[in-house]
């Protein structure tokens, strides 16, 4: 989630659509929007509003500071992860 | 919003809305009412240009792509209690709702009584913990109440009464007590007030609890979210704005006992 949001700001919508187009990720959309609500508690997003010309309000979400720490964190296990991974499904071929 | 809804799909979404409020309302973790924005927010998003009035059935198909909203957190952050109720389904859809009724009219058989003490205190809170639990796990399933809320509102409609007027009225008796029963006290008012002292001292009371409204506005704007918890699921709708009413009644109880009184001194 924290990296959809990126490095800008982003509606909470389009949040959705992006995850959306991930295949393999199998997902009620529904579920994001508590999620972000808990990354907002924890304070690794931010929120802001804007008037919309067609519609309400839109919100939309920004990471923190923290939040890229984090991000950043989870990105480099993530990397170890999968390298690790590759590397035994290597061995096993 | 700027679509509109047949009547059909209005009452769906206002049916899914409720079960998104009562699946998340225990979750202290998640804001209900940021939730319930961005859902607003993006239904809007999905069917803003899609011809009006949006169908029921248009508006199912987005809804089943968010899912049921009590499947939205993972099974470990479901309030234990809701776990064992819905354990406990099986023995019936009117079971529960006897216990619960059942539980309260002893609590105030055994209170009238003054019997088993301190069993008439206990009863009425589990009877209210059990219908809590019972309508969260009603709300989670997407079930209808039906007949049975006059089974299980009782306990919650008394015990919230008498503790919400507890909480609002609380210096009320204190002051009415502390005023009528201190002679010293009497005999001052009596010369300040012109004799009018029963006058006064009600005035003295609702200066009082204006005064309390007042301490209770920022307690309760910073925590409104307490008062939905607490009542639940009678007080989902209080919000900060009526947190705002709540103080501007005290200013108003305020200013004007003063100004009753002040006149009355003169």
Redesign the interface.
């Known amino acids: 989630m924290l990296n959809v949001i990126g490095r800008g700001r982003i509606y909470?919508?389009d949040i959705?659509r992006q995850l959306r187009d991930v295949d393999a990720l199998v997902v009620?959309?529904?579920?994001i929007?508590?999620i972000?609500?808990?990354l907002?508690?924890d304070g690794l997003v931010r929120t802001s509003l804007e008037e919309s010309p067609?519609?309400?309000a839109?919100?939309y979400y920004e990471v923190t500071r923290r939040g890229e720490q984090l991000r950043d964190d989870m990105n480099t296990h993530w990397d170890l992860l999968t390298r690790g991974i590759a590397a035994i499904r290597e061995k096993a071929k | 919003m700027t679509i509109t809804f047949t009547d059909d799909a209005r009452a769906h979404f206002d049916r899914y809305l409720h079960r998104l409020r009562s699946a998340l309302s225990s979750q202290l973790s998640v804001d209900v009412s940021d939730v319930e924005r961005d859902i607003i927010s993006h239904i809007d998003a999905e069917l803003a240009g899609e011809p009006q009035p949006i169908s029921a059935q248009r508006l199912t198909a987005v809804l089943d792509r968010l899912g049921p909203p009590d499947r939205w957190l993972p099974v470990d952050d479901v309030p234990a209690g809701s776990q064992a109720i819905g354990a406990l389904r099986f023995a019936g859809e009117w079971r529960l709702p006897a216990v619960i009724l059942t539980l309260f009219v002893l609590g105030i058989f055994t209170f009238m009584r003054m019997i088993l003490w301190p069993v008439p205190l206990l009863l009425p809170l589990v009877s209210v913990l059990m219908a809590r639990a019972w309508l969260t796990s009603l709300a989670q399933q997407g079930g209808e109440i039906g007949a049975r809320r006059w089974f299980v509102y009782p306990p919650l409609v008394t015990i919230y009464a008498l503790l919400a007027s507890v909480v609002i009225a609380w210096p009320l008796p204190m002051v009415v007590g502390m005023l009528t029963d201190e002679p010293t006290m009497r005999a001052k008012l009596v010369g300040w007030f012109n004799g009018r002292t029963e006058f006064a001292i009600s005035l003295l009371a609702l200066g009082a609890v204006g005064a309390w409204w007042l301490i209770l506005g920022p307690l309760l704007y910073r925590f409104h979210r307490a008062v939905g918890w607490t009542f639940s699921p009678l007080a989902d709708w209080f919000g900060r704005r009526h947190v705002i009413w709540v103080t501007f009644a005290g200013a108003l109880l305020v200013t004007g006992s003063a100004a009753l009184l002040f006149r009355m001194s003169l």
């Open positions: 909470g919508y959705v009620s959309e529904g579920t929007y508590p972000l609500s808990r907002k508690r067609s519609g309400p839109r919100k």
